[in-house]
């Protein structure tokens, strides 16, 4: 009887679970292509594994390999990818990821001995935060990444410490999905660090040493692909010595300022960063220094996440290293840039926040002998009042059509997909989006002050054609347009549309090479 009754109960939880995702989703739900870029990569990436071209660069012309981003996610997106070319299914599939994430989350939490109202709100906690759902409905990375950050905790904690290691099975599902998520976002580092990090303090010297060598050898076939592929070192490394990723002619810094640029970094993600995420009606500016208040405010959520994670039992230091590394990472691999890569910790943060609350809360109301303990509901009912006002901006913006300067910008790549051979070679600003629209090879020109610079790199890259576009990035105007402004004879109006102005110019390549090399 008492197990039918738990199988009920549990029933009802995902199913509430269940309810909360598909209305919160669907509220929120943008079916259009996001504008940042890396989420066509993403499907490119997966469209070249699906063709049969390997992990390659389908913009260029000869499908050169590619490592620009770890293989996990476009990997996950191919399964999709086989059966259509919709981006529609691809969203779904990561809302999918989200909900996967706050079962797990949910059935963890409760494994720890926690009432399973508190294990529900905040389970359902990340279903409601604007910046996940935000995530949720693109073709971005981030919860696949959650997916399997979560479900190498459920795997960490199904495992019999009463078995040897190496015969537990789910030790190795513990080491693939672990390195899976590196596979997935190289962030993964942190999941890494964290996990040998509890089994180091809870001291199970043997399972650390294996989990360390299994992690070592699934991460060997990918750097020996881009080792014997000559693709050089990860991207990220040179991030970190970067004066400005979106300014190379600034060089890069030394590494006492790269030190400088971890604390000023690591001090935005505790004193605004965390506070922005994880209490979703709270707006903080980016751009002036942190104030008094602020950091009263950081430290007092910290003592409350901190709290929560310590009712976790041992695994307070699984969630207390997680989160640690991940500040860490953020901080050493980017400047600032407010709370972005905080997105897939964040139903790490929010659920210990929320547990760390219902602590303290029925400590008191204990005290004071007002009741045996705080209803967790009423915590779920706070959340959910907080986080409407954001949850209908973010609707509001994605029931938007894009703005004149991308429709302008898609316009043109649409034109070159009806009216030019699929071999034309086009820069812009934007290569990635300009390829989902146009199918055709698509290259960025080269960002440096010098003209012949960047006019024999579109000779080099066999560029045919050149969008000059207002699409609010800096280094087209810093760039592209003067060059185009200096030799106009090289690059005649093929097309222009108006308000604002967009143009496709013909890239006469013969006489840039006749005039540059004389």
Known sequence: M????????????????????????????????????DNCNYFMLATSLVQGHGYANLMSADYTPSNLFPPGYPLLMSIVRLFTDSIFPQKILNGLFLLGSSFLLFFFIRRNKLPDSVAFVAAAAMLLNYQVLHFATMMMSEMSFLFTSVLTCWFLAKMDEKKAFWRDPFFYLVVVTAAFNYHIRTQGIALFAAVAGYFLFTRRWKEMVGFIAGFAVCLLPWMLRNKLLGLGQSRYLDMIASANNWRPEEGVLGFGEIIGRFFDTFRMLLTKALPNSVLPYMDVNYDVATTVGEWCVALMLLGLIVVGMWRLGKYKYLFLFYMIATFGVISLFSTPSGNRYTTPLLPFLEASLLIGLYTVLSAGIQKLKIAKGFPAWILALFFLFCSYPKMQELRAINQMAYPPNYQHFFKIAEEVHKQLPPETVVCSRKPELFYMFSRTPSVMYAWSND???????LIRSHTDYVVLEQLGFSSTYRYLYPAVQKHPELF????????????LLKFEREKAKEKFNK
Do not use: Q, W
């Open 2 to 37: 008492e197990n039918s009754t738990s199988a009920k109960r549990n029933r009802l939880y995902v199913g509430g679970l269940a309810l909360i995702f598909i209305v919160s989703f669907s509220y929120i739900f943008d079916s259009k292509l996001d504008l940042n870029g």
């Open 492 to 503: 005649p109006v093929v097309m222009h549309l108006k308000n604002p102005d967009t143009y």
């Open 451 to 457: 003209d012949k610079t960047l006019i024999e790199d």
